[in-house]
């Protein structure tokens, strides 16, 4: 009954194994191939960044003008 127990729950350890290493193989190759987009959106990311760090810097000098 143990040994029973213990086949079955070693047979879910290598199922769950196996998901775990083809998530991570696939996982991989999706890096892989996102290389170009994952870099237009942090180029992106930068533009609306420095847009907003703007926008910020006048709303600033303008509280400043009016002494608030």
Do not use: F, P, W, Y
Not at 27 to 49: K, N
Not at 56 to 66: F, H, T
């Amino acid at each position: 009954m143990a040994d029973e127990r213990a086949m079955t729950a070693i047979e879910r350890i290598e199922r769950a194994l196996g998901r775990i290493e083809a998530a991570s193989q696939a996982a991989a190759q999706g890096a892989r191939s996102d290389g170009g987009e994952l870099i237009e959106l942090r180029q992106t990311h930068q533009a609306l960044r420095n847009k907003v760090e703007g926008a910020i810097g006048q709303i600033d000098r303008l509280l400043a003008s009016q002494g608030g």
